[in-house]
């Protein structure tokens, strides 16, 4: 089972385009990500630049209308997000919970689709897919 | 399984493999060690329900393990004789210490869970043993996992993994990591055992089909693992690509029907 930990920094909706992580959270960060290594569950992480420098796109019978951020309305933005591998959901979830975050941030734990979990006739639509490249787990 | 059994069994795939070889390095004996850390286990069971999931699980784990394993160290000293008791102290502390020298001139990789693995591994066992107690040990899997995996009764595989402790036991096979020559003969003897367990989840047939997909799971974790532990091995990095690409294929290698494809039979501009 796969399951992508999503972090939600409170505060990085406003953060300049040019934000970078602290140096001391980095290396916070990289004790924890050495330990989902170690432990072979880590497919995947990244950190996300802030949406003051991002663009959302709305549709409207298929005519797209772009935005550019920041984004007042939104409150809840993704700073990053961790991909692991784990045998259950409560792993995953452990796992969520041993992340050095501090007390504004919060982790969003959400199982990934796999092939098999979807009825035969979404798989047949889907034929050929898990065959794009970096489309099944990513190699880090 | 109430939902506390679950999270105890999540903290126990996380933190059993570590916890094993941590042990070990105490007991120079991995069966012993499991059984240590299969006792903290049971106290973790009894605990954690009422007291609730320690912020430090692993700490937890480890003390309550090593007190037990100290216990056993005593009643085992206790049955000795004083003067020998005090002899084979100083020995022991001598030999850590030449051992850490040796270590420190070899740089040899000082890494218990490496140990583990390769201890788990070794060539003295037969393939289905080696198996067994990989799954156990270094991917936390239950001996009833283990067994639906296989398709054996639980009670096969109970016996598989003790007569496995019994032939290490037996033939004093060291808590160590192998050098120099004997290192390339035994690193193939690792990437087997974990390439085997990949292909009993890759050949499943559809009917028991999503337990033995997760062996692909386990085996591509095992492989990861040992890319980390071994970096330098050009053969670690070779069998996860493998894997990796095989576990991939696997979309491709269902028919319409459902029916199994070979490799060289599947339609390669999917």
């Known amino acids: 089972m796969r399951f992508m930990m999503i972090v939600i920094p409170k505060g990085y909706e406003t953060a300049a385009p040019d934000t970078t992580p602290k140096p001391e959270d980095v290396a916070r960060m990289m004790e924890y990500n050495k330990a989902l290594q170690k432990a072979g569950v880590l497919l995947a992480l990244d950190g996300l630049h802030p949406p003051s ?8 019978d298929g005519k797209p209308t772009l935005t550019d951020g920041p984004f007042a309305e939104s409150k809840e933005i993704i700073g990053g997000y961790w991909i692991i591998q784990v045998r259950s959901r409560e792993e995953a979830i452990e796992w969520a919970k041993r992340a050095p975050m501090s007390n504004n941030e919060i982790i969003e734990v959400r199982q990934m689709f796999e092939m098999s979990d979807f009825p035969e006739d979404v798989r047949k639509a889907a034929e050929g897919f898990e065959d794009i490249p970096n489309a099944t787990a990513a190699k880090k | 399984m109430s939902d506390i059994h679950r999270t105890i069994e999540a903290v126990w795939k996380i933190e059993s493999t570590r916890l094993i070889a941590g042990i070990a390095r105490v007991t120079h004996d991995i069966g012993i060690a499991e059984e ?144 120099g020559e ?35 799971d386990d085996a591509l974790r095992l492989g990861r693992m040992l890319v980390e532990l071994l970096p330098n091995e050009p053969e670690a990095h070779g069998l996860l690509a493998l894997m990796e690409l095989q576990a991939s294929r696997t979309a491709a290698r269902r028919g319409r029907n459902g029916e199994a494809i070979l490799l060289l039979e599947q339609n390669r501009s999917l």
């Open chain 1, 53 to 60: 420098s991002a663009v959302r796109i709305s549709y409207t």
């Open chain 2, 36 to 179: 240590l850390a299969q006792d903290a286990l049971v106290a973790a069971l009894e605990q954690w329900p009422e007291e609730g999931i320690p912020a430090k699980p692993a700490a937890w784990l480890m003390t309550a393990a090593k007190r037990r394993a100290i216990d056993a160290l005593r009643r085992g000293r206790m049955l000795e004789q004083k003067h020998g008791e005090l002899a084979r102290e100083i020995e022991f502390q001598q030999q850590q210490l030449a051992a850490a020298m040796d270590n420190a001139l070899d740089q040899v990789i000082d890494d218990d869970v490496l140990r583990l693995i390769f201890t788990a591994c070794h060539p003295i066992l037969a393939m289905e043993g080696r198996v067994a107690l990989t799954l156990r040990m270094v991917c936390g899997l239950t001996t009833a996992e283990i067994a639906r995996a296989f398709l054996v009764p639980e009670k096969t595989l109970g016996q598989r993994i003790f007569r496995a402790k019994k032939t290490l036991a037996e033939a004093h096979v060291p808590f160590e990591t192998p050098r």
């Open chain 2, 182 to 216: 004997d290192l390339r003969r035994r690193v193939e003897s690792v990437l087997s055992v974990v390439y085997l367990i990949f292909n009993e989840g890759y050949t499943a047939t559809s009917g028991d089909e999503w337990m033995r997909k997760e062996l692909c």
